[in-house]
């Protein structure tokens, strides 16, 4: 069971970091935020509607309810911002302004549902932030040039604000359910957004696409959406939040050295100092917490 939760959480990590890897590579290759968010959405969509018909789950109206109101934040809106922000600053520095979720979700979680939090917690958070303030004060979009850091700190900022709020509705949501059942409205949920955002913008010409794009937009379905959020909620259920929050510490490390390996960005030694404020800082949100007596 404990290389079992190892796994999941590795496989988490993976998924996770390079998703912002794989989502600038479609850029690349000419694909849009709303058509790449779509095409991925979907694919993991229909994978896990397919698991719940084969397991005869069906959500009751009040899981629709409830997981409409999370998927419309976390798999609509919220990867809808961070792709939007890929545009402008690379996977590896959206990676570690994503790092700020877990603190902005525990403060959240202390003014929306009464959680308790920490003044460590705190502390992480203002360490994150000036992790990433100081690349953005520097102008390091890790893209040189092309990049825009204010556009993409301001979307991906949005992101962050908009996943810690959905990361509190789950945690409030999520006792009342079983997974498959929560999670199935979630995710059709999030398609709808992403559908309209497309109507709205506009869709590309997906003929265009060549075997390599739609394998890799598949990729970011079933690897990059629903392999991580599969594996969490597993090692939700045999490990500590301690462990599993482990994701936060190597998913943004694995986006930072696939942005570099795969696809050439940058990497400045501002972008390295803030890497190492924005590590300390998660680490200090999701670290072992004493037990009051």
């Known amino acids: 069971m404990r290389n079992r939760v190892v796994l999941a959480v590795l496989a988490a990590s993976l998924g996770w970091g390079l998703a912002g890897v794989g989502t600038r590579a479609a850029f690349e290759l000419g694909a849009s935020t709303v058509t790449v968010l779509t095409i991925r959405t979907a694919v993991a969509t229909a994978a896990l509607t ?14 629709w309810r409830h997981g409409s109101l999370v998927g419309v934040l976390r ?6 911002l961070f792709m939007a922000s890929l545009n402008y600053i690379s996977a590896g520095v959206e990676g570690l302004i994503i790092t700020l979720v877990p603190a902005t979700t525990a ?11 920490t003044q460590r917690q705190v502390t992480g958070l203002i360490i994150g932030l000036i992790g990433t303030s100081l690349i953005a004060l520097a102008g390091d979009s890790g893209l040189g040039a092309e990049g ?12 962050v604000l908009v996943g810690s709020l959905s990361g509190v509705l789950q945690r409030k949501y999520a006792p009342l359910h079983d997974t498959t059942e929560l999670a199935a409205p979630m995710f059709v949920s999030g398609l709808v957004v992403a559908l309209v955002a497309g109507l709205i913008v506009g869709f590309d010409d997906v003929g265009t696409y060549d075997a390599g794009l739609w394998a890799l937009l598949v990729a970011l379905g079933l690897g990059s959406t629903l392999l991580p959020f599969g594996a969490t909620l597993y090692a939700s259920k045999h490990a500590t939040a301690t462990v599993v929050s482990i994701t936060a510490y190597l998913a943004p490390l694995v986006g930072v050295i696939g942005g570099v390996l795969i696809l050439g960005e940058e990497l400045t030694p ?3 100092l803030g890497a190492a404020f924005a590590t300390i800082g998660v680490a200090l949100v999701g670290g072992p917490r004493r037990t009051q007596t």
Do not use: K
């Open 107 to 117: 403060l959240m979680a202390a003014a929306l549902i009464q959680e308790h939090v």
């Open 148 to 159: 825009d850091v204010a556009a993409g700190f301001a979307l991906a900022g949005a992101g």
């Open 270 to 272: 501002v972008i390295l």
């Open 75 to 80: 798999i609509g809106l919220a990867p809808l």
């Open 50 to 63: 397919g698991w719940a018909a084969m397991n005869r789950v069906r959500p009751s109206p009040l899981a």
